[in-house]
């Protein structure tokens, strides 16, 4: 088991606890910080499972629960679930001495985050993931939020979660694809802030898609580690810092619209935006011009996509005009995360539309 501290004020600092077999832990966890009631939310895919070890775990430790299921989904970050849950905890006199346990992938950890942040201004929220993506990305960092028609994600707020437990047993269960679909995001971590780990990861990548336990385990924790140190010197997203992470994600996010949402998983268009990204560096002379095919290597032997060629043409206009509307473009000129080597990015302003165009047809 590893214990990794994120550092923010006191009030805002907390523990990600990664390990086998520890769903059991959270009660005693939980108990030691004063709570007596919990409001546990979990998906319909994992509530019967992880959902009820981690509510025994609370009971056990004498603490009161509360369960509440979600629809699997990400039709649940929505403003009809979030005021059904709201209903829910008021209906109960959910007060701030109760906590919110999320458990389940990142639709739950988002929408049970901003469910804790907004109800009665504020409750303790604990964050349970149990898919990979949320181990080593979503449930960190205390991002929350829900979707609505106009955009993902577009209404939300930082909540810093009182404590993280990725429990490593949990991801045995995953279908192939969504498992694989979150080591993109592994990946990501290497090529944005450490080049040892990448180059572990190409030692390990066959027992990475196995889901060796040791390896796995490695992984969540060094990519949970990442993801903290760049929490804690970036908590809003304000300098700069944190939007590495978004590393293939201007790419990704256009792909995934552009595609119709569900035709792609987030990790295979990361993947794919991961490939493009490090292309469009060598393009322009930022990036030594064999990292492309070194990136796009280990991606492949991860078993996710580098090009487009299974989701079929994609039109470079509205590729573009989506890019254009991205969070991270500024007055629609294209900006992009952009390594300079494995382990180092830089937020680029100005992109050249022609060299995104070269890069998209390949
Ligand atoms: N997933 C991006 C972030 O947490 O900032």
């Avoid at 990400?74 to 829910?88: C, D, F, N, T």
């Avoid at 979660?161 to 290497?190: C, M, N, Q, W």
């Avoid at 990704?252 to 560096?281: D, K, N, P, Q």
Wanted: aromatic share 6%; glycine share 12%; with cysteine.
């Amino acid at each position: 088991m590893a214990v990794i501290r994120l550092h923010l004020p006191p009030d805002r600092s907390y523990d990600i606890v990664c390990g086998r077999g520890i769903l059991g832990q959270i009660g005693g966890r939980l108990s030691a910080t004063g709570g007596r009631r919990a409001v546990v939310i979990a998906d319909a895919a994992v509530s019967a499972t992880h959902g009820r070890r981690v509510a025994e775990s609370l009971a056990d430790s004498g603490i009161q629960v509360l369960p509440v299921e979600i629809p699997a989904g990400e039709g649940s970050k929505s403003v009809a679930e979030a005021g059904r849950v709201w209903g829910l905890l008021a209906d109960q006199a959910v007060d701030r001495n109760t906590h919110v346990v999320a458990v389940g992938g990142g639709v739950v950890g988002d929408l049970a985050g901003f469910v804790a942040a907004t109800f009665a201004r504020g409750i303790p929220v604990w964050q349970v993931p149990t898919t990979l993506v949320a181990q080593v990305d979503s449930a960190i960092g205390g991002k929350t939020g829900i979707n609505l028609p106009a955009g993902k994600n577009l209404v939300g707020a930082f909540w810093q979660p009182s404590g993280v437990f990725a429990d490593i047993d949990a991801l045995a269960t995953l279908p192939h694809r969504e498992y694989v679909s979150g080591l993109a995001e592994v990946v990501k971590y290497g090529m944005i802030f450490d080049p040892d780990f990448f180059a572990w990861l190409e030692a390990n990548a066959a027992d990475l898609v196995a889901r060796s336990p040791d390896q796995l385990m490695h992984a969540v924790e060094r990519s949970a580690a990442l993801k903290a140190a760049v929490v804690e010197r970036d908590e809003r997203e304000i300098t700069g810092a944190r939007a590495a992470l978004n590393y293939g994600h201007t790419f990704a996010h256009a792909f995934e619209t552009a595609a119709g949402y569900g035709r792609l998983l987030h990790g295979e268009a990361v993947a794919i935006g991961m490939s493009c990204a490090a292309r469009l560096a060598a393009d322009m002379g930022r990036l030594a011009a064999d990292i492309p095919a070194r990136q796009d290597a280990l991606v492949a032997r991860l078993g996710l996509p580098v090009s487009l060629a299974g989701v079929g043409p994609l039109d470079a206009d509205e590729l573009l005009a989506i890019m254009a509307r991205d969070k991270k473009s500024l007055d629609r000129r294209l900006r992009f995360v952009l390594p300079s080597r494995i382990g180092a990015v830089a937020l680029v302003g100005d992109v050249d539309e022609a060299r995104v165009r070269r890069v998209l047809a390949g």
